[in-house]
């Protein structure tokens, strides 16, 4: 599986981006989908996933409310809809595919396919 993700940039403090993550295959639809972060001087960390076996979802809480994940399997996308950004959001953002099919906290290290990451910057 190769991972491809896009849509990041600049945006104030407040605004809205969403990340793409376009993946390779064709066994898309039986893969878990998350999105971690990793800020300058910090480690990576989960921000979100969608998982395969029953569309659960889950978020970090420091995006609870804020972000949205989703998936069009028809298109082997995974989206990030990232609203009311905060300067701390600044990261770049990997999107990642697992065969985890249980609901759990992402874990990078279950996490076997990466994307090569996209930078989101937030001013204050």
């Known amino acids: 599986v190769q991972l491809q993700a896009s849509g990041g940039g600049l945006v104030q403090a407040g605004g809205s981006l969403r990340l793409s993550c376009v993946a390779s295959?064709?066994?898309?639809?039986?893969?878990?989908m998350a999105w971690f972060r990793q800020a300058p001087g910090k480690d990576r960390e989960s921000v979100s996933a969608?998982?395969?076996?029953?569309?659960?979802?889950y978020y970090s809480e420091s995006v609870k409310g804020r972000f949205t994940i989703s998936r069009d399997n028809a298109k082997n996308t995974v989206y990030l809809q990232m609203n009311s950004l905060k300067p701390e959001d600044t990261a770049v953002y990997y999107c990642?595919?697992?065969?985890?099919?249980?609901?759990?906290?992402?874990?990078?290290?279950?996490?076997?396919?990466w994307g090569q990451g996209t930078l989101v910057t937030v001013s204050s």
């Open positions: 990642a595919a697992s065969r985890v099919g249980s609901p759990t906290t992402p874990v990078s290290d279950r996490y076997n396919y």
């Open positions: 295959g064709r066994t898309f639809s039986f893969y878990t």
């Open positions: 969608i998982f395969w076996s029953d569309g659960s979802t």
